[in-house]
């Protein structure tokens, strides 16, 4: 079935990605993506108040995951004043695809919103403590740096080290190992690892959880059907046939799902202890 995006009808040329290497990509990546898949954090999160530690944790993955999106969008068009045409134009696309469903997604009710801003409305619908993330984001207003933010906050040690594992990613200045970590660590796992979590939470809270709800069942669909291809493309088309850019790429990939793994474990250590 042909992939499209419902809101633009976009259909990727999906004939232009290099198969083989992806595969060869996902073969070398499966060890770690099934430690992923196989994390007890899962089957730790029974009930609600579970439910929010994590959130109270993930939503700075979320967040970051928007700063990654950016940078790629700013590394494969023009995003300066007075505009010039930049880079490929298939990958100009194929982010800008992205970006509008990311940043200006729709709610329940069909009004513009990012998906970060949805996770943070299905927090506080299920009582979450959004303060930190609040606090965080009002810093960055304010035009503080994001590792001063990090440090001066009481930002728990696991989640402070994936966001800096991000930002090193974003601060490299690679597009094709940003790609990288944004497709194989986060668009290409964000699917099944959501799927683990839903669960039947939902029934037993109605009317406690449909915001976050309607969040997953949106990720999922647009991460299966739009984004995961257009990522791998994305990829494909930047490394090309560069053999050393494939195996950076690879190098990313795993030390993503190290830190995705790390960031599991210290969220799993929180619901343990209380």
Same mark, same amino acid.
């Given at each position: 079935?042909?992939i499209? @995006?419902e809101?633009t009808?976009?259909?990727?040329s ?10 060869w ?9 099934e430690? #992923? ?11 609600l108040a579970?439910?929010?530690?994590? $959130? ?11 700063s ?5 969008q700013?590394?494969l ?6 505009w ?6 298939s990958?100009?696309r194929?982010?800008?695809e992205?970006?509008? =469903? =990311?940043?200006?997604?729709v709610?329940p009710?069909g009004?513009?919103?990012s ?5 943070? +409305?299905a $927090?506080?619908?299920c %009582?979450?403590?959004?303060? #930190?993330?609040? =606090? ?6 304010? %035009? !503080? ?16 080290d994936f966001?800096k594992?991000t930002?090193q990613?974003?601060? @490299?200045?690679q597009?094709?190992r ?11 796992v964000?699917p099944d ?7 039947? $939470? ?14 997953m069942?949106?990720?999922?669909q ?12 994305m ?9 050393? !850019?494939?195996? =950076? ?6 030390a993503c799902?190290? $830190? +995705?793994?790390?960031l599991?474990d ?9």
């Amino acid at each position: 079935m042909p992939i499209t @995006s419902e809101k633009t009808g976009y259909l990727p040329s999906l004939h232009h990605i290099n198969q083989e290497r992806i595969n060869w990509l996902q073969r070398e990546l499966r060890p770690h993506r099934e430690a #992923l898949m196989q994390h007890p954090l899962y089957e730790s999160i029974y009930d609600l108040a579970d439910l929010r530690v994590f $959130m109270e944790h993930h939503i700075f993955a979320v967040w970051d995951f928007m700063s990654l999106l950016k940078s790629l969008q700013r590394h494969l068009t023009c995003v300066d004043v007075p505009w010039t045409p930049h880079g490929n134009p298939s990958s100009r696309r194929l982010i800008n695809e992205i970006v509008l =469903e =990311e940043e200006t997604d729709v709610d329940p009710e069909g009004n513009p919103i990012s998906h970060f801003e949805l996770y943070v +409305r299905a $927090m506080e619908e299920c %009582g979450a403590d959004t303060r #930190l993330i609040h =606090e965080f984001m009002a810093g960055l207003h304010q %035009g !503080k740096a994001v590792f001063t933010q990090l440090e001066n906050l009481p930002v728990p040690g696991h989640t402070k080290d994936f966001v800096k594992h991000t930002f090193q990613i974003i601060q @490299s200045g690679q597009a094709h190992r940003i790609a990288a970590a944004f497709t194989f660590g986060r668009e290409d796992v964000i699917p099944d690892m959501f799927r683990c979590l839903i669960g039947d $939470m939902n029934r037993r809270y109605p009317g406690t959880l449909d915001t976050f709800q309607f969040y997953m069942d949106r990720h999922i669909q647009l991460d299966d059907e739009v984004h995961s291809p257009l990522a791998m493309q994305m990829v494909s088309e930047l490394c090309g046939d560069d053999q050393l !850019k494939w195996a =950076e790429c690879l190098e990313e990939a795993i030390a993503c799902q190290r $830190m +995705r793994l790390h960031l599991w474990d210290g969220i799993l250590a929180r619901i343990q202890r209380y």
